[in-house]
């Protein structure tokens, strides 16, 4: 079975401060991917980063960056310098490689505030 | 990645009618899926649209109150039958892309609100 927990309910901050969104994940499974999604108010879901379970290098863009250590099943993520623009629920997501389904995290809401 | 579009973006329903979703996808997909996300809640998966045949439904939906349509390898209906305040969610099409199929887009959603 495939479970994602994002322990964190809501986060908030002051702009231009940092943030990590953590995300623990259980599978099985060998190969798996691993997902970030954003949610802002307006409701659709913007896909951020995958990452496959055979490569654990940290991934940098821009202000994001994503932590994977299968140490730990974890695949944190943080916002540098965060802005009001990036005020959004953040869903972390598990696909095992041999299924076509995306097991969801319960989702932390950021809220960035001046 | 691909482009997906739904319709309608959002509704407001009396109870015991029915509404269709329409997903459209701007290049062909093998794999498209309907999620539901309830006030509040994270995403869950509905059923797997498949072409040519019946879609694949989850532990507890079924096919009478969700009935799917795939007709072609770009297009997905999504029929939310009977509705009741409790299926007031945004209803979300999803599709698998890139060359192993393992990047997944959203469609913007469908937000519908059953009184």
């Known amino acids: 079975a495939q479970k994602v927990t994002q322990a964190q309910t809501e986060i908030s901050v002051v702009e231009k401060e940092d943030v990590t969104l953590d995300c623990v994940y259980e599978t099985r499974d060998t190969t798996y991917y691993l997902f970030w999604y954003k949610q802002p108010p307006s409701g659709e879901l913007v896909f951020l980063i995958r990452?496959?379970?055979?490569?654990?290098q940290n991934e940098i863009s821009g202000r994001y960056s994503w932590n994977f250590q299968k140490s730990t099943s974890s695949f944190n993520f943080t916002i540098t310098a965060s802005q009001v623009v990036d005020s959004a629920v953040y869903f972390c997501a598990l696909k095992p490689g041999t299924a076509s389904k995306l097991t969801f995290g319960t989702g932390t809401r950021l809220q960035v505030t001046l | 990645s691909a482009v997906i579009s739904q319709k309608p973006s959002r509704d407001i329903c009396q109870r015991g009618t029915s509404l269709t979703i329409q997903c459209q996808v701007d290049s062909q997909v093998t794999m498209m899926f309907w999620y539901r996300q309830q006030p509040g809640q994270s995403l869950t998966l509905i059923a797997t649209a498949n072409q040519g045949s019946e879609a694949t439904y989850e532990s507890g939906f079924v096919i009478d109150k969700f009935p799917i349509s795939r007709p072609n390898l770009t297009f997905s209906t999504l029929t939310v039958s009977n509705m009741s305040p409790e299926d007031s969610s945004i209803y979300l099409c999803?599709?698998?892309?890139?060359?192993?199929?393992?990047?997944?887009?959203f469609g913007p959603g469908t937000r519908l609100t059953v009184l």
């Open positions: 990452r496959n379970s055979f490569d654990e």
């Open positions: 999803s599709v698998c892309s890139g060359s192993s199929y393992n990047e997944q887009f």
